[in-house]
């Protein structure tokens, strides 16, 4: 029996995601329906949630089915991801059996699991999602790993045709921005795909030293070229803000000292001027521009109170877009439409 | 669009709180009904809870809709609370974002958080609640802030009725009672309000030096001469219970010593014999007196086991009250009644 | 008004076990249905689950009810077990309290709670299940205490039947293993008795030193008796899994060294080589015995991978029949059926 999953957008054919995102608008105006009755979707967070978890809930809810969540470590027992290992340490539980037993109870699974590898060679696998996909027997969604967060992409997405109309050649800018923690990089790495799929001239702006993973440019740029827009990197926000259609401001860590949070928080701490403020959203596309962020945002670090409380900011209109989204996903993974 | 907040219940009209009793009198004893399909209520809590969350979750469902439950700092994000907080620090999300995401999945919040201010200048502003009803775009519901717990109040008000029958002019006696820890006063507040408000004569007996917030008490004095009641303070636990109609037993910190646990350990250190035990009870009109907490309550420090298991307590009626209270607010809030 | 615990297996009779057997092989074939329409199930989690904490709300939900998940010390009051205490220390809320009150939000509770009394002789009385069950006015199902494990007992039987066919006779073998902790009895105990149930020649190996409790020794030779079955201890993991139908891996602590962790670790390390592996299996009746474990499981630790991933693993459906054994369970206790 084949079972899909949903680890990252660039995994699915372009038209599959520009369909979900058409369904996911549909859904929205209450112009589309759908059944998930009897369905059970079973989430394990090793990582905390405010939208995720709840969007998905409420989606679940929504078209008559229900969602468990677990998290290992507090509630539920603390997992083993190493394949092979030889478990007489903290782990009480392998992911193998969690993916499998789990399989039994839900007709999908959802894993949440950011980076904790000691370097990014091993991080960037993405072995926890992965192996839950590789041994369930029922769909998995990834609900954000190291590399990619598909859901707040297809959100995004989802967000910039609602937000924008037309989005081919309109100008979406990733802006790096200073904040106290290393993050991952598969937010970015999502909305920048995702923005590349709608034909976007997508500019990604941050300080040297915190270029986004080759690979991940690369998918960037394939799927920018696939849908006839464009992709540059530029080191200077302001160069970037200027005359944007979107700004998608987002912090992350330098992968080059992946692991390394001293000398990481270091390296980055140069970079504070990088903020997303009033006086730089006054430069967009006829001052107009919309400000996005995946949330959660640290106010006045990332972003100002102003831009955020502004005419620009469309961050509330993302989280929303992430319950139809997944809606749609849901739907189309394990759902019957009429 | 207008919405309608539960912060306290003297900030509804006194008939409105009267009808919500009526119609959870109503729906207790299953003459009455009513639908919450496709409503979800998020619940949001910053502290521990039994009854609240359970009492919740259950009302929902039982009128056909869900309930989602956060733990900001736990398997949700530290929320930060302070109006224009630069958020370099730990909290990773602003009450601000959470309040209108929430306010996109559910059709009403929930929020509880204890007092955590420095000061009771600060604490008695209840700002984390208020911030939660200033930026929802959804009924907010009050599950215990600092200053009140008004969904206690509309059981402790339902339990009176039910079971002193006509309550003019009934004796209901408030008294502190000693406990190891400082807690707060939104529970006594919250009780004396609502029996205020059914015409009670209301007694408050703590030691001299735990008065209750100066505004508070005014409030339970406007209450209770709008319903014809009366209110006095003593300083005598005999004194008080002595022909109570109804003994409820709570303990709270000196707000004179908010914030100074150490100071204000010691001085409630003395008070150790305020305690409702069979001999008080037994003072009681007729000796039956009903006996009433809002729960958790610790047994043989606040009261005795004899009177928690004897005839006088109706504190598990007070708890099964919070759910056809509560299902009457959501009714009144979100629902649709035939 | 009457109400029915399921504490253990062996407290109810043999034919209404076998009837709870019988119904959950229905319902896991579709043969069967029932309803839970407007039940909750309230569960108490003293300590961490995947399984039951799923498959219970799963269960739930299948029949159109409902279950709510408490976990008392973590979003739940923390909660006092010992009878008569004066709660002036760490516990807010009594368990007194706590199953009355919920007795009032549902129609059934569900408590875990592993053994944490400092002696065997305090620990084997099971006095948290069993105080809920005394306390609580609605059904009480142990989600596992120090002595039972009930539910994973019905399932372990539902296994058995499904994959040997007839059982009368048939080798089951419970073999104690290696494990870096000294974990309860609840499992060993609760698999042996309803193998035993099944007219089983049950065996049970262990190293000299690691007797289960004696009383539950005598309960699996009664229940054998009944049934027609037989009970021997051997103390030899080789001689014990030749020419096994079902080999049932499971550590357990020494009960002589019960709460003195240093003398019982020092006492259990020889045993490491008390491991199920693939060269043990060989020996099962035709090579093909099938291999049980309640999980979770450290893998090369009790069992190695390749038991685990071979041919005679049987673990994920005995997690499965655990929804369905309290499919059963439930509407038993609660349902409706046609």
């Known amino acids: 029996m084949s079972k899909r999953d949903f680890i990252a957008t660039d995994e699915w054919h372009d038209e599959e995601i520009l369909a979900l995102l058409?369904?996911?608008?549909?859904?929205?105006?209450?112009?589309?329906?759908?059944?998930?009755a009897g369905k059970v979707l079973a989430m394990v967070f090793f990582d905390p949630s405010l939208r995720t978890r709840t969007s998905f809930e409420v989606g679940m809810v929504m078209h008559g089915g229900h969602a468990v969540c677990l998290e290992p470590g507090k509630g539920s027992w603390a997992i083993e991801t190493r394949p092979g290992a030889v478990m007489d340490g903290d782990t009480v539980e392998h992911l193998i059996e969690a993916a499998r037993v789990l399989s039994r109870y839900g007709q999908a699974l959802g894993v949440r699991s950011f980076p904790k590898a000691a370097t990014w060679a091993e991080a960037r696998r993405d072995e926890v999602v992965r192996g839950f996909a590789q041994h369930a027997t029922v769909p998995v969604i990834n609900l954000e790993s190291a590399r990619r967060h598909p859901c707040q992409g297809l959100a995004d997405a989802l967000t910039l045709r609602e937000k924008l109309g037309p989005t081919a050649g309109r100008r979406f800018v990733l802006?790096?921005?200073?904040?106290?923690?290393?993050?991952p990089t598969a937010v970015p790495a999502s909305a920048a795909i995702n923005a590349a799929r709608l034909g976007m001239?997508?500019?990604?702006?941050?300080?040297?030293?915190?270029?986004?993973?080759?690979?991940?440019?690369?998918?960037?740029r394939t799927v920018a070229s696939r849908a006839g827009g464009s992709v540059q990197v530029v080191y200077d926000i302001d160069q970037a803000i200027a005359g944007a259609d979107a700004v998608y401001a987002k912090s992350w860590g330098s992968l080059a000292h992946f692991g390394n949070a001293t000398a990481e928080s270091a390296y980055r701490a140069p970079h504070r001027r990088w903020q997303v403020d009033e006086a730089r959203m006054a430069t967009t596309a006829g001052g107009r521009g919309i400000f996005m962020h995946c949330l959660p945002v640290r106010r006045n670090v990332v972003v100002t109170?102003?831009?955020?409380?502004?005419?620009?900011s469309v961050v509330v209109d993302q989280a929303?877009?992430?319950?139809?989204?997944?809606?749609?996903?849901?739907?189309?993974?394990?759902?019957?439409r009429p």
Do not use: C, Y
Request: hydrophobic share 45%; no cysteine.
């Open 175 to 183: 802006t790096w921005a200073w904040h106290p923690k290393a993050l």
């Open 305 to 312: 109170d102003g831009v955020l409380d502004g005419p620009w």
């Open 201 to 220: 001239e997508v500019v990604v702006a941050h300080p040297p030293g915190f270029e986004l993973d080759p690979d991940d440019m690369a998918t960037i």
């Open 22 to 36: 058409d369904l996911a608008g549909r859904l929205k105006r209450g112009e589309a329906s759908g059944s998930l």
């Open 320 to 336: 929303e877009n992430r319950l139809h989204a997944q809606r749609a996903l849901l739907l189309e993974l394990l759902g019957e």
